[in-house]
């Protein structure tokens, strides 16, 4: 069974940091790519960043020159640096694997990012 754990979210000032960390299952994690997603209430989910197998790295155009996306595949876990954080950052945050030769798509329970102004 698949399983993604976040931890790290919280309240922060506009302008402080947060660090968001997954760790998901070995048994998928080397061939997925993985990705962290938001949702502000009464809004859409929406990428944030993702990034391949292979490191490729892709940003929302909202968070970019902000936010840094890095995984580790010893340990299995995929991190988001938040940096630079605004009130429009609050949304719940969710860890996403997605497994190209299955075509699986895993999420996590999510974790609350408040940004206070």
């Known amino acids: 069974q698949v399983q993604l754990v976040e931890s790290g979210g919280g309240l922060v000032q506009a302008g402080g940091s947060l660090r968001l960390s997954c760790a998901a299952s070995r048994s998928i994690f080397s061939i997925s790519t993985m990705g962290w997603y938001r949702q502000a209430p009464g809004k859409q989910r929406e990428l944030v960043a993702t990034?391949?197998?292979?490191?490729?790295?892709k940003y929302s155009d909202s968070v970019k020159g902000r936010f840094t996306i890095s995984r580790d595949n010893a340990k299995s876990t995929v991190d988001l640096q938040m940096n630079s954080l605004k009130p429009e950052d609050t949304a719940v945050y969710y860890c996403?694997?997605?497994?190209?030769?299955?075509?699986?798509?895993?999420w996590g329970q999510g974790t609350q990012v408040t940004v206070s102004s």
């Open positions: 996403n694997a997605y497994v190209p030769i299955t075509a699986g798509n895993y």
């Open positions: 990034m391949t197998s292979d490191r490729t790295a």
